[in-house]
């Protein structure tokens, strides 16, 4: 957390906590998994009618420890999916070397995910889906919307910097920017957003078998068309302050002791970097519903 940032997330931060309450997480996790549970093959089908499923993958997720030590830590996170339907594998030291000869040898344990999925180009899946969106008659527009125009309790148009789109209906999906578009429809959302790093390395010398979470470094590495992508960390700092970008550096660090035969870093030329807004609310659940002013407004962020 950004000194500087501390006042404004305060009251974030303090229904973060209350969210962390056992009852509380448990109402959560079922929640979520509810949600999630049909993702994988939701994301296929669309996939498959956009003409990009080859940007699929489905194989799993595999979460890495270095030690019973290391993964007591973890153990009530796990009984929570298991009490949820999510079905594990658990990979001793030699099942882990056989699953991925990639992999350190300081990982003794691992724990698979196979109903997981992934994309290995999410520009490029977004972009087909894109185009599909458009030949299917939709219209896309660039500008920045300001607020919404309403009649009663009817939406009667979006005012952008581009002037207004006459709509009767809207679907706010702008991740972590909603916020003020919610306070301009009478909802006050307790809406923040954790700034998340990643590193892309063209051309590694090692990567992992399927995207691969080292459970005490707080990181994930993903094969991907462009490379190795290495996400991690969350910094709250808000919308508009500049990226530190010491937080994507140290990711290949990380990324080294994962995959040993990943070569030093003699520059920054080695891998591009990446800052973005992910949206989040206290207790991780969604924003799904309508809005108070209208009903012609759905929230989906």
Do not use: C
Not at 17 to 38: D, T
Not at 72 to 92: F, M, P
Not at 139 to 162: C, D, H, M, P, W
Not at 232 to 259: I, S
């Amino acid at each position: 957390i950004r000194f500087s940032y501390f006042p404004t997330i305060m009251p974030w931060l303090i229904r973060f906590l209350l969210a962390g309450r056992p009852n509380k997480v448990k109402e959560q996790a079922k929640a979520l998994r509810n949600l999630i549970k049909s993702t994988v093959p939701l994301i296929k089908s669309l996939a498959e009618e956009a003409d990009a499923s080859h940007l699929i993958r489905h194989e799993g997720h595999l979460t890495v420890y270095r030690g019973e030590a290391d993964f007591a830590k973890d153990r009530g996170g796990w009984e929570l999916r298991r009490l949820n339907g999510v079905r594990t594998q658990i990979l001793s030291a030699d099942a882990l070397r056989d699953f991925d000869p990639n992999l350190s040898h300081a990982f003794t344990k691992g724990i698979l995910i196979e109903e997981n999925g992934h994309t290995i180009n999410p520009q490029g899946l977004v972009t087909l889906l894109f185009r599909r969106f458009i030949a299917n008659g939709g219209e896309f527009v660039s500008a920045r919307v300001i607020g919404f125009e309403t009649e009663g309790r009817a939406l009667k148009g979006i005012t952008t910097t581009n002037g207004v789109l006459a709509v009767d209906a809207a679907v706010v999906a702008a991740g972590a920017h909603s916020k003020s578009l919610a306070n301009s429809l009478g909802d006050d959302i307790p809406l923040d957003t954790e700034r998340g790093y990643h590193i892309v390395i063209a051309n590694p010398e090692a990567a992992p078998r399927i995207p691969t979470t080292d459970a005490s470094g707080k990181f994930i590495a993903t094969p991907m068309e462009m490379g190795l992508r290495v996400a991690g960390t969350v910094e709250f700092a808000g919308l508009t302050a500049a990226p530190n970008w010491k937080r994507a550096h140290v990711l290949y660090t990380h990324a080294r002791k994962l995959l040993p035969a990943l070569a030093p870093a003699s520059s920054e030329e080695r891998y591009s970097k990446w800052m973005g807004f992910r949206p989040s609310i206290p207790d991780s659940l969604p924003v799904i519903g309508r809005a108070t002013r209208t009903p012609d407004v759905i929230y989906a962020f």
